[in-house]
């Protein structure tokens, strides 16, 4: 059973940056996608930025040039790096593990929270 744990958030001041985190549990992490999606309030879940495990990445069009996702698979993890932070950033960030045969694995969440 995968089990995805996610730390990082908390509040931050328009323009600042946080990297989130997410570890796995599990022995798939290394030949899985790995995606961080976000949900904010009155708002659909929507994909953030995702990595292949051979490292090609693809983003959301809001968050291209501001957020890099990357992953260090000895150690089960996938980071979110998120710069020049704006308020419509404001969400819970979800960490999500699809696997080879297509199953998906989310964590609980993380808040993020950008206001001045």
């Known amino acids: 059973q995968v089990q995805l744990v996610e730390s990082g958030g908390g509040l931050v001041q328009p323009g600042g940056s946080l990297r989130l985190s997410c570890a796995a549990s599990?022995?798939?992490?290394?030949?899985?996608?790995m995606a961080w999606h976000r949900q904010a309030p009155g708002k659909e879940r929507e994909l953030v930025a995702g990595?292949?495990?051979?490292?090609?990445?693809n983003y959301a069009d809001s968050v291209k040039g501001r957020f890099t996702i990357s992953r260090d698979n000895a150690k089960n993890t996938v980071y979110l790096q998120m710069n020049s932070l704006k308020s419509e950033d404001t969400a819970v960030y979800y960490c999500?593990?699809?696997?080879?045969?297509?199953?998906?694995?989310w964590g609980k969440g993380t808040l993020v929270t950008v206001s001045s």
């Open positions: 599990g022995s798939i992490f290394s030949i899985s996608y």
């Open positions: 999500n593990l699809r696997s080879f045969v297509g199953n998906n694995y």
């Open positions: 990595i292949t495990s051979g490292g090609t990445t």
